[in-house]
C-alpha cells in the first residue's frame, strides 16, 4: 500500500511539471506574434458527410446558430487577456470558407477521427493582410460517421454501431499559412475530441414492443435537433444561463487548449545617459539635490541628556612619563618604606 502511495505521489508531480503548451510553435512566441485575432463567422461544410434525410434544412438551423451563439466565443476569447483585440469579421461565412479552402480530408490521428481542413496559402496571406490581422481563426462544423456505443435510459442495453455526428474544428493560423493552433488537439497528455451533437439515435422501444433481435437506427426529428441545440446551460443555483449546453461544451474545450503562461519577463535596468554613464534616474536625483533651494532655518533642540555608561572595572591609571632632573650633590635621597634602596 506504502508503495502505490508513493507512486500516485511521483506521477502526480510529473502530471504538474508537464509544461501547458497546446501551440505548434512555442507559447512565448504565439503570444508575441498573434496580437490581432480576426474570427471569421462558423462556417457549416455542407459537402461533408451529413447523412440527415433533411440535409437543407438541417444546414439552415445549424447556421442559424452559429450566427446567434459565435458572439459568445468572441467574448470568451477577449476575456482570456492572450490578445490585444479579437475582431468577429464581417461577410458571408459560406464565400470566405469557399475562397479559402484548399481541400478537405478525413483523418484518424490517434484515435481521434474527425475532419482536417486545408486553405490555400495566397487566398489567406490576402485576407489576413486585407482585415489588418495577425492571425484568423477558422472554425468549421462538419458531418462524420464514426463508431460508437449508445446505451438506452435504463443502461441495460447498448447498441455499437457507426453513428452520423455534427463535429466542430478550428484552427489559427498565420499569413504564411502555418497552423499555430488546432482543434481536435494532439498535445493533450489524454487525447479526448467530442463532437456536437449525434444525428441518429438506436430505437430500443422498438426493439422491446417487436421483441425483435435487432436494433434499427433512426435520424432524430428537426425539432428534436433544434430542441437539444437551444437547451441552456444552468449555473449554481440551477437557473438558465445565456449559454446552451452544446455550443457551451465546445467553446470550454477549445478555451482550455488556448490558455498558456507566457515566461516571466525580468525588468530591465534604468537606461544609462551617455553623459555621466550612471542610471538616468540616480543622474536626476542627485541633480536636484544639487539645484534644490536651501531650506528655511530649523530651530535646534538643545540634545537629550547622554546616558550615564555603565560602571566600568577599574583601570591601571596611566602614569605620566617624569622627566629625570640633572644630579644634584645636595639632595639626600631618603628610600621610602620597603625600598631595596
Do not use: C
Not at 421483441?211 to 433544434?226: A, D
Amino acid at each position: 500500500m506504502r508503495r502505490l502511495f508513493v507512486a500516485a505521489l511521483l506521477f502526480s508531480g510529473l502530471i504538474s511539471g508537464w509544461s501547458r503548451n497546446y501551440f505548434n510553435v512555442p507559447a512565448d512566441n504565439f503570444a508575441e506574434k498573434v496580437k490581432v485575432l480576426g474570427v471569421v463567422p462558423i462556417i457549416v461544410d455542407a459537402d461533408s458527410d451529413i447523412s440527415h434525410p433533411q440535409k437543407d434544412q438541417l444546414i439552415q438551423i445549424v447556421t442559424e446558430a452559429n450566427r446567434k451563439y459565435e458572439q459568445q466565443l468572441v467574448r470568451r476569447l477577449s476575456g482570456t487577456g492572450s490578445f490585444f483585440t479579437v475582431a468577429l469579421m464581417d461577410g458571408d461565412p459560406a464565400k470566405i470558407f469557399s475562397t479559402l479552402l484548399f481541400r478537405r480530408e478525413r483523418r484518424d490521428d490517434a484515435t481521434i477521427q474527425y475532419n482536417k481542413y486545408f486553405y490555400n496559402n495566397d487566398e489567406l496571406r490576402d485576407y489576413i493582410k486585407k482585415n489588418s490581422l495577425d492571425a484568423v481563426m477558422l472554425i468549421v462544423i462538419s458531418g462524420i460517421t464514426r463508431p460508437d456505443k449508445v446505451y438506452s435510459n435504463e443502461l441495460f442495453t447498448s447498441l455499437t454501431s457507426d453513428y452520423n455526428f455534427l463535429a466542430m474544428s478550428a484552427q489559427i493560423l498565420d499569413s504564411t499559412g502555418t497552423v499555430l493552433w488546432e482543434y481536435p488537439n494532439f498535445r493533450k497528455h489524454i487525447m479526448t475530441y467530442n463532437p456536437m451533437i449525434n444525428l441518429q439515435y438506436p430505437d430500443f422501444s422498438e426493439t422491446k414492443a417487436n421483441l425483435s433481435g435487432s436494433t434499427n437506427l433512426k435520424f432524430k426529428t428537426l425539432e428534436g435537433i433544434q430542441r437539444t441545440i437551444d437547451k441552456k446551460r444552468k449555473d449554481l443555483l440551477l437557473r438558465e444561463t445565456q449559454e446552451t449546453e452544446m455550443y457551451g461544451k465546445q467553446f470550454d474545450e477549445m478555451l482550455d487548449l488556448l490558455k498558456f503562461e507566457p515566461a516571466k519577463v525580468s525588468k530591465a535596468p534604468a537606461p544609462v545617459t551617455e553623459k555621466t554613464g550612471v542610471p538616468a534616474i540616480q543622474e536626476k536625483a542627485a541633480e536636484s539635490a544639487t539645484t534644490a533651494k536651501p531650506s528655511a532655518a530649523v530651530k535646534t533642540t538643545p540634545p537629550a541628556e547622554t546616558p550615564k555608561p555603565a560602571a566600568q572595572p577599574a583601570l591601571r591609571p596611566k602614569v605620566p612619563a617624569i622627566e629625570t632632573p640633572a644630579p644634584n650633590d645636595n639632595i639626600i635621597i631618603i628610600p621610602a618604606t620597603g625600598s631595596t634602596l
